[in-house]
């Protein structure tokens, strides 16, 4: 993939600067070099993209790397106040977004000179630095993505951007009500498109079309627009519709076919703790490094000589590969299955050990791997820091697998994992499963807090699951009860809440509050469950069969599945989205009724985007399911980012997707 070309270009922009970056853009990057890719640049200091910031007074030349408009406010603040309180005569801005879209969130239309803002903006500059002769430069590179394998990459300046669910038409009604200019009417998700959307959230959809648009210029292909869900059919509208996209497509023969897909119509796949794979398990147990929605924070003090409890004082670990040149030694972590991938762990660890002389003591039975295995491998490594620093991607992830096998946790996704299957295979015999909710909330508030196996945030994850897979099956009358007693529980455990449930139901904390908190959440549980009700294909993520129980079929093994299958069934789910009269011809409208309909699988790459976030068992699942079926085309997978339950019960019921800021 073309992540790390895109970034040699900002590379050669910060030799001996003094580098300001933003999150967004400091993830993408630590999955393309990280930090010492700056600084083997010739970076002389690399700094937040804050007001609080400044460079000291010999420093002349800045580089700012930000993912937002220039045009945003904060942006511009952030900007200037940093320039204001140093001393440059040299600024270098590397925006992510479009002069084009810079170009519409000034004026609400792509007419006009591109290059306009961008020359305003750079006047502006040599103003803060109080000295018109001094230089200043505004580039657009687009570094939105990283990849995380070879057929994998996230969008990490996206991680907000979520599918709208029913529970916000009503907002959207309102909102567009207010408008002065010519109202539409829209009763359902089904109703919407652009024109629908409040400015600053269209600005968002279009911004975050224009970066595929540019990931679609650096493969140079020429693609076909596919959507399921209401959210997806939007954006692939306006990518089919995108004039830099149309214009693209006519300098191309390369052929593909992109296919947007609406988190919303599978939560239970990525609400799930039925995983496949250690990056999964790893996931729900590691916090996430500070600042980033993907990777973990590893503790590698115990290879470094430092007192037990002062481990702050280590730089912590992480997943991704320290000079950002591949991710390989992921994959037994995001590809393989759990016993395989900690098979291919240790074999790289005993690899190293062995290949640096290091005195081993292989233990155990063969085929197993435990943590006291891992742990006395990777104690010969302590102190020996040129080692370390060599062998630094097979130490972390191996780490990372001994503090998993180690951590208390595992036992709760076991348990977890466990109650699920149940709850699946109450699916064909009309089990009710808020019943099962009930029974389990109340078994656990009359253990003690070590006792427990799941949490609070485990409880509104597994309700999430259920609406999700049980769609409008869920009939129940057990709803009332299901929220009574978790109103108690929250109330009981209020000071020691666990992190999701605090950001739920927020800092007052009284019966009233939180009931109506769960309240406007049963709203959201219910959204999420009818969420597939006009699909007619994939209207069932549960698998039934007579010979054994019930099991969860994600949407993207069935869309691979149906894309896929040699008779070339129907697609009635998935929409083919129209950039012009030749397109409505290939689709089969019109007058020339002979021409076969375009399907997703017949150019030899296919991308599937997942709107708002994917796991890697169902990375995995693609990966498998592709392999047995033999394909000839290459399948590549994006997302917003890499999930586990709790991100998106917090989509779902804490963030706000409307009114973006």
């Given amino acids: ?40 640049a010739g970076a002389v200091d690399v700094k937040e993209f804050s007001s609080f910031e400044s460079a000291q007074s010999h420093q002349k030349k800045a580089v700012f790397i930000t993912s937002s408009c220039l045009e945003e406010v904060i942006t511009r603040e952030i900007i200037q106040d940093i320039i204001q309180a140093s001393h440059f005569q040299y600024v270098i801005i590397i925006t992510a977004v479009t002069p084009r879209m810079h170009l519409f969130k000034k004026s609400g239309s792509y007419d006009g000179d591109t290059h306009s803002i961008f020359d305003a903006f750079e006047e502006d500059l040599l103003e803060w630095m109080e000295n018109m002769n001094y230089t200043a430069e505004i580039k657009h590179i687009p570094i939105l993505m990283s990849c995380i394998s070879n057929n994998v990459f996230i969008t990490p300046a996206f991680t907000e951007l979520f599918p709208l669910i029913e529970t916000d038409v009503k907002q959207l009604r309102i909102q567009h009500a207010s408008k002065k200019a010519e109202k539409k009417q829209f009763e359902c998700l089904n109703d919407l498109d652009m024109t629908c959307l409040p400015a600053n959230l269209q600005i968002w959809f279009k911004t975050f079309v224009s970066s595929i648009d540019s990931l679609l210029s650096e493969l140079a ?50 609400c799930t703790h039925q995983t496949e794979t250690l990056f999964d398990r790893i996931a729900s147990v590691f916090p996430r490094l500070p600042g980033h929605n993907n990777d973990v924070l590893i503790d590698m003090s115990s290879l470094c000589h430092v007192h037990k409890d002062a481990s702050s004082t280590v730089l912590p670990g ?33 690899d190293i050990a062995s290949k640096e002389n290091l005195p081993l003591k292989l233990t155990g039975k063969p085929g197993r791997v435990t943590a006291d295995q891992l742990e006395n491998t990777l104690s010969l490594f302590k102190g020996k820091y040129d080692m370390i620093l060599k062998h630094i991607n097979t130490l972390q992830v191996s780490m990372a697998v001994f503090q998993l096998l180690k951590s ?30 009930y029974r389990l909330i109340i078994t656990e508030t009359e253990k003690s807090t070590t006792e427990r196996s799941c949490t609070l945030d485990d409880i509104f994850c597994l309700i999430m699951f259920v609406y999700s897979v049980y769609g409008t099956r869920i009939k129940s009358d057990k709803e009332e009860q299901v ?29 009233e509050v939180v009931t109506a908190i769960l309240d406007d959440a049963w709203q959201k549980f ?33 869309l691979i599945n149906v894309m896929f299958d040699p008779s070339k069934p129907e697609l009635p789910d998935v929409e083919l989205k129209s950039s012009g009269f030749g397109d409505l011809l290939k689709s089969g409208f019109g007058l020339f009724r002979t021409v076969s309909k375009p399907r997703p699988s017949d150019h030899p790459l296919l991308i599937i985007f997942v709107v708002e976030g994917v796991t890697s068992t169902e990375l995995k699942q693609i990966k498998d399911l592709c392999a047995s079926l033999k394909l000839s085309s290459q399948v590549i997978v994006g997302s917003t980012r890499l999930i586990k339950p709790e991100d998106i019960v917090t989509s779902i019921l804490c963030q706000d997707r409307i009114n973006r800021v």
Wanted: glycine share 4%; with cysteine; charged share 20%.
């Fill in 1 to 40: 993939m073309v992540s790390s070309e895109v970034w040699k270009e900002v590379f050669i922009d910060v030799n001996k600067a003094v580098v300001f970056i933003d999150n967004a853009c400091a993830e993408v990057l630590h999955w393309n070099g990280g930090l010492s890719a700056l600084t083997e």
């Fill in 221 to 270: 292909v020429s693609e076909d627009c596919y959507s399921i869900g209401p959210t997806s059919r939007i954006l692939a509208t306006e990518l089919a519709n995108y004039a830099p996209a149309k214009t693209r497509r006519k300098s191309t023969q390369n052929k593909a076919s992109i296919v947007f897909v609406d988190r919303t119509l599978d939560i239970g796949s990525s």
């Fill in 318 to 350: 992480c997943l991704a590969s320290f000079n950002g040149h591949n991710q390989q030694h992921l994959q037994p972590l995001l590809t393989n299955k759990v016993k395989e991938g900690l098979m291919e762990v240790n074999r790289q660890l005993v």
């Fill in 408 to 437: 208390q946790r595992q036992q709760q996704l076991d348990s977890l994992s466990g109650i699920e299957k149940l709850l699946i295979q109450g699916y064909s015999d009309e089990t009710d499963p808020l019943e099962e909710i």
């Fill in 483 to 511: 929220k009574a007693v978790l109103v108690k529980y929250v109330l009981r455990e209020k000071n020691t809440l666990p992190p999701l449930t605090q950001q739920i139901v927020g800092d007052t904390i009284n019966e």
């Fill in 526 to 558: 219910k959204a999420i469950s009818s969420a597939r009700n006009n699909l007619k294909q994939f209207s069932s993520v549960c698998e039934e069969s007579a010979l054994g129980p019930s099991q969860l079929m994600p949407i993207l093994k069935q």
